[in-house]
């Protein structure tokens, strides 16, 4: 089994091969794709500002996703970086309504919600760099989702929005505080449920 540092900088190097076009229309395939992600799912949602070689970011800084769930009505949080505690949240509101982060990231600029936010949510929708068939994800490395899930409510589901390919058959590494995800959710796949079967 590779380590996790080796998959990263793998799967890291793949998405630096897609181009703007690519990406460009992964956004498009997930906003699209957002009202099922949704479906039966109560409000507040988790979602998270893309970027980079993220799914559902584009070259020039669009949120397609962002967009797609104001439109249908969802009240939507997003992450806020507190150092290396738990993600706090705040309402995401608009384009507009969003400033600098760390790490070169977007947040909301509104009022703080403490990390405890994410008991009361519907869905968070996790970033991953790949993802097996037991809902064990693959993270950036910095551990904030990792000190942030085991907050989450019992009925809040949990999703990562990782590219097409990172569903992986084999199994990643995982540690004792990880969280599994209940769900992979890919541009052009759509939502998988998981476990999968072996």
């Not at 799967?11 to 395939?29: F, S």
């Not at 405890?116 to 993270?139: E, K, N, Q, S, T």
């Not at 904030?144 to 907050?151: A, K, Q, V, W």
């Not at 989450?152 to 084999?170: F, N, Q, S, Y």
Request: charged letters at 20%; one cysteine or more.
């Amino acid at each position: 089994m590779r380590s996790k540092s080796e998959l990263r900088r793998s799967l890291l190097a793949a998405r630096r091969e897609r181009t703007g076009e690519q990406r460009r229309a992964d956004a498009a395939a997930l906003a699209a794709g957002l009202p099922a992600v949704l479906e039966g799912v109560p409000d507040p949602v988790c979602l998270f500002v893309a970027v980079g070689g993220e799914p559902g970011a584009t070259p020039e800084g669009a949120l397609p996703v962002l967009d797609a769930a104001l439109a249908l009505g969802r009240r939507v949080l997003l992450p806020v970086t507190v150092g290396a505690a738990p993600l706090g949240w705040a309402s995401y509101t608009g384009r507009d309504a969003l400033g600098p982060g760390p790490h070169g990231l977007l947040e909301p600029v509104g009022p703080r919600l403490g990390p405890d936010a994410v008991a009361d949510v519907g869905l968070i929708v996790v970033p991953a760099l790949a993802v097996d068939h037991r809902g064990v994800r693959l993270g950036r490395g910095g551990g904030h989702y990792d000190r942030t899930l085991p907050l989450a409510g019992p009925h809040t589901r949990l999703v990562a929005l990782v590219d097409d390919d990172g569903l992986v058959p084999d199994p990643l590494p995982v540690e004792a505080h990880d969280v599994p995800v209940h769900a992979v959710w890919r541009p052009a796949t759509g939502l998988t449920p998981l476990p999968l079967a072996d």
